[in-house]
Structure formats: structure tokens, C-alpha cells
Nanobody, 116 residues
Framework: QVRLVESGGGLVQPGRSLRLSCATS????????MGWYRQAPGKQREMVAL???????NYTDSVKGRFTISRDNAKNTVILLMNSLKPEDTAVYYC??????????WGQGTQVTVSS
């Protein structure tokens, strides 16, 4: 059974940091491209950050320079470090795994709220 379990969300003040973690099981983690997506109320889900099997990364423009995605193949985990958080970063954050354009898996999401 494939499982992607996010953790690390919560309520944080603007300018502060959060570290999201996605623990996976049931997949050969090293062959999956991993990503973080988010969905704010009333908005479509959007890509936040991606990391390939080789470690190449891509970010949506609004988080460049503030967020960092990384992966630990030994621990089957992908991390999203979020610095300088803004209220507009408030959303449910989802972990995603994709391989060969065929296999796609989502986590259940973790809420991030940025508010003073």
C-alpha cells in the first residue's frame, strides 16, 4: 500500500519559517519525482516545488528564494523548508510522487496558516 504522509504544518507569524516533511512508504522512492503543491480556499491547486530523481529542483515564482525542497532517498522522505512566510502562503500543502508519467500518488495534506 502506497502512503504519503505530510507533517509539519501549523500556524505561524509572517516572516517566520516552517519545515514540512513527507514520509513515503510502499514505493521505490528513488525512482519517483517528488513535489509539493498547495491549495488555498477558493483557488486551484498549484505546484510549489519539484525535485527530480537526480535532485534538480523547480519552484513557482512566488516562492523562489524563500522555499527549498530536498529529498533523502535513504529515509524515503521529501522536505520543504519554507522561510520568510507570507499570509499568501496560507494553504493546504500536499506531497506528490510521480514516476514514468504513469504512477501518481498524493498525500492527505497539511494546513499551513500564516497570520499575525
Amino acid at each position: 500500500q502506497v502512503r504519503l504522509v505530510e507533517s509539519g504544518g501549523g500556524l505561524v507569524q509572517p516572516g517566520r519559517s516552517l519545515r514540512l516533511s513527507c514520509a513515503t512508504s510502499g514505493i521505490i522512492f528513488s525512482i519517483f519525482a517528488m513535489g509539493w503543491y498547495r491549495q488555498a480556499p477558493g483557488k486551484q491547486r498549484e505546484m510549489v516545488a519539484l525535485i527530480t530523481t537526480g535532485g534538480m529542483t523547480n519552484y513557482t515564482d512566488s516562492v523562489k528564494g524563500r522555499f527549498t525542497i530536498s529529498r533523502d532517498n535513504a529515509k524515503n522522505t521529501v522536505i520543504l523548508l519554507m522561510n520568510s512566510l507570507k499570509p499568501e502562503d496560507t494553504a493546504v500543502y500536499y506531497c506528490h510522487a510521480e514516476a514514468w508519467g504513469k504512477y501518481n500518488y498524493w498525500g492527505q495534506g497539511t494546513q499551513v496558516t500564516v497570520s499575525s
